[in-house]
C-alpha cells in the first residue's frame, strides 16, 4: 500500500496523485480580502464612529470584492443567479449579506456625505446600524463556510477556517482604521484602545494559524500534503515569508516599535505588512489546496480494500 | 424509478482508453476536455512491478456535494439519478468543480470553443458539436443521457472492448450492478467523502 510519503503531486488528470486546486485563483483571492478587509474596516469604523473609515470599508466590499468576483465569473451578466438558493449555498447568502450591507452600509455613512437630511431617526437608525454591523460580520466569515463546506480539498475542510477569516478580517481592518485615522487625523482618541486590539490579534491569529496547521498535519493525507507544502514545499517562502515573518512578526515587533516611540510614521509600514499577509494568506490557501488521490487498488497489496477505506 | 448507475471491472480494464475517445467521440468534448479518463499508476517494486488502470467518470452521486454547492440551481439531479448541468443557469462560479473530489466538473474557457483540435478553424465535426457547449459554463458527464433516453447504453459501456463497464440500475435489487458488487464485493471511490457514488467498482 503506497504512504503518503510515495504519494506525489499529478502532473495531469491522467496521472495518479494528489491533485492541484486550480479552479479557484488569484481573483476569488482578492475578492476574499476586499471582502473581509472592508467589512473589517467598516465594523471597527462603525464601532468607533469614523466615517472615513466606513465609506473607504464600504467601496472595498461593494466595489472591491464585487468587482473581483465579477471579473472572475464565467458568465457575468447572469451572477443575479448566485443569490437564488440561500438555503443550501453559502455563495448565494454570501450575495444576499453583500446585498444588505450596501444599502444598510450606505445609509449609516449617508448623512456624513449628503447632509442631515439623510439623518435616520433614533429606531430607525439604530435597526440600519444593526443590519450593517450583522451583514459586515456574516462577510468577514462566510468565506471561510464557502472553503470548508468543499469537502474534496481536506486542507480547508475544518471548523478553524471561518474563525481563521474572521480574525485576519479583524485584523486587517483595525489596521487599515489606524493607518486611516493617522492619515486623516480623526477619531484619535481610539487610537491606543486600537492599538492594543491589533497586538492581541495578531497573538490570536499566530496562534490560530499554529493550530490550524496542527489539526490539518494530523488530518487526511492531501491536507498533510499541503502542510508540507507550506512549510518545506512550493509556497514555503510565501507563507513563512510573507505570511509569518512579514504578516505577522515585523507588524508585531513594527506595532511595539510605534508604541514605544509614539510614531504615527509607521503605520503605513505597519499597514503594508499586515495586508501583505492578509492577502497572502489568502491566496496561499487557495493555490495550495489539493484533491485527493482517486484510489485505486494496489494488485500486489493483500488488501486493496484498506486503501479505499 | 429507475437509479442509473454503474461498475466497472477492474479485472477486465486493460487501459486502453476507448472509453476515453468513444466519449470524446459522443459528446464532441473539445480539447483537453474528459468526461471519461483513466488514470494510470506504476506500483510494486522492481522486478514485481505492473501498471494499474482505473477509469473514471462523473460518479452521479445521489448525495452530490456540486449540487449542493451550486448556488443557481443550475447543477441537478434527474428523477434516474442522473446529475445535470443547466448550462443556461450556470454562472461559471466553479464552486461545483471545487466541491467535487472526483473532480469530474470541467470549465469552458473563453474561447475554448473556437480551438479544434486542428490548428486554424473548426471541422465540421466539432462545428456542430460545440453547439452544445457555452463559454463561462460548467460542463460534465451526463452518463450518455441523450442516449439513455433512447434506451441505449452511455458510449463509454458500449465501446469497452472488455465489457469492464457494466450499465444498470442500482433500485433492481437482482440487476447486474447489485448481484456483481454483493458477489465480488464492490467498492466506491473515495467512501469518506460520503456522496453516495453510483459508480462502483470490482477488484483487479
Known amino acids: ?309 | 424509478m429507475a437509479r442509473l448507475g454503474m461498475v466497472i471491472d477492474l479485472k477486465r480494464c486493460v487501459g486502453c482508453n476507448s472509453c476515453t475517445l468513444s466519449c470524446k467521440q459522443e459528446n464532441g468534448t473539445p480539447a483537453g476536455m474528459h468526461y471519461a479518463r483513466v488514470v494510470t499508476r506504476e506500483v510494486g517494486t522492481y522486478p514485481q512491478t505492473r501498471r494499474t488502470f482505473l477509469p473514471l467518470l462523473c460518479n452521479h452521486c445521489e448525495d452530490a456535494p456540486c449540487e449542493k454547492a451550486c448556488p443557481t440551481g443550475a447543477t441537478y439531479i434527474r428523477a434516474d439519478g442522473i446529475v445535470m448541468v443547466a448550462k443556461e443557469k450556470c454562472i461559471g462560479c466553479r464552486a461545483c468543480a471545487v466541491s467535487c473530489p472526483y473532480m469530474n466538473r470541467h470549465f469552458i474557457e473563453e474561447g475554448f470553443l473556437q480551438q479544434g483540435y486542428a490548428a486554424g478553424e473548426l471541422s465540421p465535426f466539432e462545428a456542430m458539436k460545440f453547439g452544445a457547449f457555452e463559454e463561462g459554463t460548467m460542463s460534465k458527464c451526463t452518463l450518455c443521457a441523450h442516449r439513455v433516453d433512447e434506451g441505449l447504453e452511455p458510449a463509454c459501456v458500449t465501446t469497452c472492448p472488455t465489457d469492464a463497464r457494466i450499465f444498470g440500475d442500482w433500485d433492481d435489487p437482482d440487476g447486474k450492478l447489485q448481484t456483481l458488487v454483493r458477489e465480488r464485493n464492490g467498492w466506491a471511490l473515495l467512501p469518506e467523502c460520503k456522496t453516495k457514488p453510483k459508480v462502483f467498482y470490482l477488484d483487479a
Open chain 1, 1 to 309: 500500500m503506497a504512504t503518503h510519503a510515495e504519494i506525489a503531486i499529478a502532473p495531469h488528470r491522467f496521472a495518479y496523485g494528489f491533485y492541484r486546486q486550480t479552479w479557484w485563483n488569484w481573483l476569488i483571492g482578492t475578492a476574499f480580502f476586499c471582502g473581509g478587509l472592508g467589512a473589517g474596516l467598516f465594523l471597527v469604523s462603525l464601532a468607533t464612529g469614523e466615517p472615513v473609515g466606513m465609506i473607504a470599508g464600504w467601496l472595498l466590499v461593494t466595489v472591491g470584492k464585487n468587482t473581483a468576483h465579477l471579473f472572475y465569473l464565467g458568465r457575468p451578466e447572469r451572477f443575479w443567479r448566485a443569490a437564488m438558493r440561500p438555503d443550501r449555498s453559502w455563495i448565494a447568502r454570501g450575495i444576499w449579506a453583500t446585498g444588505f450591507f450596501a444599502v444598510a452600509g450606505f445609509l449609516c455613512f449617508a448623512p456624513h456625505i449628503f447632509g442631515p437630511a439623510w439623518q435616520l431617526s433614533g429606531a430607525a437608525a439604530a435597526a440600519v446600524q444593526g443590519i450593517a454591523a450583522l451583514s459586515a460580520l456574516f462577510i468577514m466569515f462566510y468565506d471561510g463556510f464557502v472553503m470548508n463546506s468543499s469537502g474534496a480539498i481536506p486542507f480547508w475542510n475544518s471548523a478553524l477556517l471561518p474563525l481563521l477569516v474572521l480574525l485576519y478580517a479583524s485584523l486587517g481592518g483595525t489596521t487599515l482604521s489606524l493607518l486611516l485615522r493617522a492619515v486623516t487625523g480623526g477619531g484619535q482618541e481610539h487610537m491606543a484602545w486600537l492599538g492594543l486590539q491589533e497586538k492581541w490579534l495578531l497573538a490570536g491569529n499566530a496562534l490560530l494559524l499554529a493550530a490550524y496547521l496542527y489539526r490539518m498535519s494530523r488530518w487526511q493525507p492531501a491536507a498533510r500534503e499541503t502542510v508540507r507544502l507550506l512549510l518545506r514545499g512550493r509556497f514555503a517562502w510565501a507563507f513563512l515569508g510573507l505570511v509569518l515573518a512579514i504578516g505577522l512578526g515585523a507588524t508585531l515587533l513594527l506595532t511595539f516599535a510605534a508604541e514605544r516611540f509614539r510614531s504615527e510614521a509607521l503605520l503605513p509600514v505597519i499597514a503594508a505588512c499586515e495586508l501583505t499577509g492578509d492577502f497572502t494568506l489568502l491566496i496561499v490557501w487557495l493555490k495550495s489546496g489539493l484533491f485527493s488521490p482517486q484510489t485505486a487498488p494496489h494488485p500486489l497489496s493483500a488488501s486493496s480494500k484498506q486503501e479505499s477505506a
